[in-house]
């Protein structure tokens, strides 16, 4: 399927047509975020001030403004699960591709990845992370090194499915190179389920690393969501108040809201490849 | 089967061996990382290193080392943790039945309360039930379970107080016995276990929907109907059985993830399970306990996938028949 025919379909679907717009205020907003907010991170103000027209989620027990600290966590969560999702889904492309290509070599990658999607992911992101204190960049290169293999899988398994279809059969009888069947007719077969998972693996990415920061895990010298939750709970007086309202619920809503609009795409995705779900 | 059986062996194997590696493989020896200020707050005497490095036999050249790991862990021997000053395996072992208990409360709660809904999505399918559902669940499937656990914390024990903050068991029952310490017990984990349920539920519901809708159109479904059925035992005596079987893998394979939220869960409430164990030995870097947790962790959730995949093989017939 052309991305073509992916986008009409996308757009035609009304909830993956929501998640879209969605997903794309968000990162709008992300990509803005200097020009939303008069302050930069470092600045800080009287603590705990309350909601007001300058502070627009107040501030917090160190005089942090946290609505710059919402739109500059977006920055991280978005750049950092955006980018390693994509290097992951890529590589993940190329090996699925190898192993079309050379089928030696391929039973050989796919014993592997079998045993590395045997091994749970989280508890190995926490343990390497605790060993190594991961910053952005090691952060971003665990998530590829453990996304990449369902991406292989998924794209192996779809390759072997689609080197029977009858164009592809046909495309070999009449001469073509093993490179130009793979690269014309059947690597495009495997874009709607890479997308699928680019998709899911955002999702995880965005849960891993609010989850890793908010047990204080992720990079200290980062701002992101899951370590401004981690920040707020450690503040006694957070229940008691009011405060949760704009310390707590915001960053909770800002990370559902990215991982709802991914579910939304999925949805869309899930109609484009099994059309009689949906 | 064998070859399966064969691989999951080889996956304990890999990740027992990183466990190993892991921290010889960090620049320095490794017992730097306890002489850092954020490791130890006061350096160790020379005695102590002695007997840690002996402990450990970190003097003796690697394949030795190694060979002693591997030993030791088929003693159950994971090591001596210097937080709690005792063997890892005991502090674990005390810890397993707490996380035990959340997760498996929670894994029956939400694959039934999953496929009641996934039920009532496909027999509704597209009318609004269905899209509540499918929505309902997905939005909640979208929240990390930390955060719901926040929110849960804040309404139910702070502003309503009905139930614990945190913890397994309140102070003032410590001595309680019988049905006074089960409720305390209970009481303490109605949160938790709400917490993972209403983040994992969408998930099988979505899944049961699916498998369902697919089942429904197939020919024996419409047989059934012709027969004159009628429609709820059609749902349920015959489309359902066959649904569930790629729900059956699906929990075994979730008990991954359900890991990541028991940590998550348990660190959110202070609850005594490995997961919070592994969060502490972090933070004041016991690394015994880490690689001790971490080694049970895995190896659970292993041996859980291979319990799913045999339990397909017995329900499931299609499966045994040999690939040509």
């Given amino acids: 399927m052309s991305l073509f025919a992916i986008r009409r379909s996308l757009l035609a679907h009304p909830l993956a047509l929501v998640g879209l717009i969605l997903l794309t205020t968000l990162v709008a907003m992300a990509a803005a975020a200097p020009l939303l907010t008069p302050y930069a991170l470092e600045d800080s103000f009287a603590p705990m001030l309350t909601p007001s027209s300058e502070h627009i989620l107040g501030t917090n027990d160190l005089g942090y403004d946290l609505w710059t600290e919402l739109l500059h966590g977006a920055r991280t969560s978005l750049t950092l699960s955006l980018s390693a999702a994509t290097l992951a889904c890529g590589l993940g492309l190329l090996v699925g591709g190898l192993t079309n290509a050379s089928p030696a070599a391929g039973t050989v990658i796919m014993r592997l990845i079998d045993i590395m999607l045997a091994v749970p992911r989280f508890p190995l992101i926490i343990l390497m992370a605790a060993f190594i204190r991961p910053d952005s960049r090691s952060l971003a290169l665990f998530f590829v090194l453990f996304g990449w293999p369902s991406v292989a899988r998924i794209v192996s398994a779809t390759l072997r499915t689609e080197s029977q279809a009858d164009h592809v059969l046909a495309a070999r009888a009449l001469g073509a190179s093993r490179g130009r069947i793979l690269i014309r007719h059947l690597l495009p077969s495997a874009i709607p389920v890479t997308m699928t998972r680019w998709v899911a693996e955002v999702q995880h990415i965005i849960m891993a690393e609010a989850g890793l920061s908010f047990l204080g895990l992720g990079d200290p010298t980062l701002r992101t969501w899951g370590m401004t939750l981690s920040h707020a709970r450690r503040y006694a007086a957070l229940w008691i108040s009011d405060v949760w309202q704009w310390w707590v619920l915001p960053p909770g809503i800002a990370i559902a809201a990215v991982c709802l609009s991914l579910v939304m795409i999925g949805l869309g995705l899930d109609q484009i490849t099994s059309p009689e779900m949906a | ?324």
Wanted: one cysteine or more; aromatic letters at 8%.
């Fill in chain 2, 1 to 324: 089967m064998i070859n399966k059986l064969l691989q999951y062996c080889l996956t304990i194997w890999a990740v027992l061996t990183l466990n190993f590696f892991l921290p010889r493989m960090i620049p320095g020896n490794p017992l730097a990382q306890l002489d850092t200020v954020e490791g130890l707050p006061v350096a160790l005497s020379q005695e102590q290193r002695d007997q840690i490095t002996a402990y450990y036999g970190l003097d003796q050249p690697l394949p030795t080392q190694y060979a002693r790991y591997i030993r030791g862990l088929a003693h159950g021997d994971l090591g001596w943790s210097i937080s709690y000053n005792a063997p890892v395996s005991d502090v674990l072992i005390g810890r397993l039945k707490w996380t035990a208990l959340v997760v498996g409360a929670s894994t029956v709660l939400y694959v039934l309360l999953g496929i009641a809904l996934g039920g009532l999505s496909a027999w509704h399918h597209h009318r609004i039930i269905d899209k509540v559902i499918l929505l309902g669940g997905s939005a909640l499937g979208a929240l990390p379970s930390f955060f719901v656990g926040m929110l849960l914390v804040m309404l139910f024990a702070v502003r309503l107080r009905w139930l614990p903050l945190s913890g397994a068991r309140s102070a003032t029952s410590l001595g309680a016995t019988g049905g006074a310490y089960l409720g305390d017990i209970a009481r303490h984990m109605i949160l938790p276990v709400m917490a993972l349920v209403l983040t994992s539920v969408g998930q099988v519901s979505y899944l049961t929907r699916n498998a369902l809708v697919q089942v429904l159109g197939q020919g024996y479904i419409t047989a059934a109907r012709a027969r004159g059925l009628r429609e709820r035992s059609l749902l349920v005596r015959h489309a359902l059985p066959n649904a569930l079987l790629p729900v059956v893998a699906f929990v075994a394979l979730r008990l991954g993830f359900i890991a990541m939220g028991a940590v998550m869960i348990e660190t959110t409430f202070a609850f005594p399970g490995i997961g919070l164990a592994i969060v502490e030995a972090s933070t004041s870097r016991d690394y015994a306990m880490l690689q001790g947790a971490f080694a049970v962790v895995t190896v659970s959730i292993i041996v859980a996938n291979i319990i799913g995949d045999l339990l397909q093989h017995v329900i499931d017939p299609r499966l045994r028949r040999p690939v040509q």
